[in-house]
């Protein structure tokens, strides 16, 4: 291949360290609740509800460093946990009761939630103004919308796009690729990147030759929930890649009998890459930092009406 002219040539793609980013912000964010707590008289502090149904691990693990990120933060943290038998109305009414509670700017209710619940009920209960997943229909048809604003970004989105932003990866005029449509992921990534005025392009499940758009993409984001499912040679050399994939495979040389790998096949993309992400330590950390972030905006909203 003809080398440009002053290009370095790069056998590995620099390493986007998520987790150093993320405790980048969560300084930043520290450092702006102090001052409201002291601007205030320290009448005022930040708050966040998490609501967790069942038993399942994972979320479990999630909802703890939720917790921590806020303890650090010092946002305070609220939390109720209900049973895997809880009804839908009583997981409303906990909802209900953090919506009217002024000491909370955020709600999260964690997802997946049981089978028997209707999700998109229960988060279209959360009051728009402390939606701080931006998971409600109203926040992401906002974020649809040109000259329209959303209360709040979906944290992983977000974090991906501040990620790509914070390594100063130029998003404007770029093509990119959003691997997976679901509402939380996919579907957020890919209007948040046209928002910033690249050109877009989704690729899903039923999408034949995902590789031939990958191929032409600047920016990949990887969100399809499919162990290495990007190759390294669907990449083009260069491109900026955001895996946002956190899947468990069995390892039994690790203590806990397993690994997390993405949805990129990172020993091969690391070889083609300008840019990437590493799993863990990518966009997972991300997510909780956004988390925070969301509510300290909320918290200032609500703290600038009381005023
Ligand atoms: N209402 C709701 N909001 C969410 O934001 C939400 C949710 N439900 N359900 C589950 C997913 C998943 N999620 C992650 C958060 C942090 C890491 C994270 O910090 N991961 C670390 C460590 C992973 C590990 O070692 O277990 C990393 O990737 O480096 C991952 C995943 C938030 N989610």
């Known amino acids: 291949m003809d080398k440009v002219e002053g290009e370095q040539e790069q056998d590995q793609a620099q390493l986007i360290d998520g987790k150093a ?3 980048t912000i969560r300084g930043e964010i520290r450092d702006e609740v102090a001052r409201l707590k ?9 708050g966040l509800a998490v609501v967790l149904v069942g038993e399942r691990k994972d979320s479990q693990t999630y909802v703890r460093s939720k917790k921590k990120g806020c303890e650090e933060a010092g946002i305070k943290s609220f939390g109720t946990d209900l049973p895997e038998t809880a009804t839908e109305e ?12 002024p000491r909370v700017h955020g709600i999260l209710v964690q997802l997946p939630l049981p ?16 939606d701080v997943d931006g998971f409600h229909p109203e926040n992401i048809g906002k974020l649809a919308m040109r000259g329209r604003d959303p209360d709040f970004v979906c944290c992983t989105p977000k974090g991906s796009v501040e990620l790509l932003e914070r390594s100063n990866i130029p998003i404007a005029g770029k093509s990119a690729v959003v691997v997976g449509r679901s509402n939380i992921v996919g579907t957020p990534a890919a209007m948040l990147l046209q928002r910033r005025n690249a050109t877009v392009t989704v690729v899903h499940s039923r999408t034949p030759n995902p590789e031939k758009y990958i191929r032409e993409a600047d920016i990949v984001i990887a969100a399809c929930g499919v162990a290495n499912f990007v190759r ?8 900026a890649v955001i895996d946002v994939g956190i899947n468990a495979v069995d390892d039994p040389t690790k ?5 997390l790998v993405g949805d ?9 890459a300008g840019q990437i992400t590493p799993v863990p330590g990518g966009v ?4 909780i930092a956004m988390l925070l972030q969301n509510t300290l905006e909320g918290a200032k909203k609500a703290y600038e009406q009381g005023k």
Not at 255 to 259: E, F, I, Q
Not at 264 to 272: L, N, P, Q, R, S
Request: hydrophobic share 35%; proline share 5%; with cysteine.
């Open 21 to 23: 980013i993320a405790e």
């Open 284 to 287: 997972g950390p991300m997510t």
């Open 38 to 46: 002291e601007e205030s008289g320290g009448r005022f502090e930040p």
């Open 90 to 101: 009583e997981v409303l009414a906990v909802v209900r009761e953090y919506n009217a509670d």
């Open 264 to 272: 990129v096949c990172f020993e091969e993309a690391v070889k083609v």
């Open 255 to 259: 203590k806990r009998g397993y690994r």
């Open 232 to 239: 390294g040679d669907w990449l083009k050399p260069g491109c």
């Open 115 to 130: 089978s028997h619940m209707d999700e998109e009920k229960i988060l279209m209960a959360i009051s728009i103004e402390k």
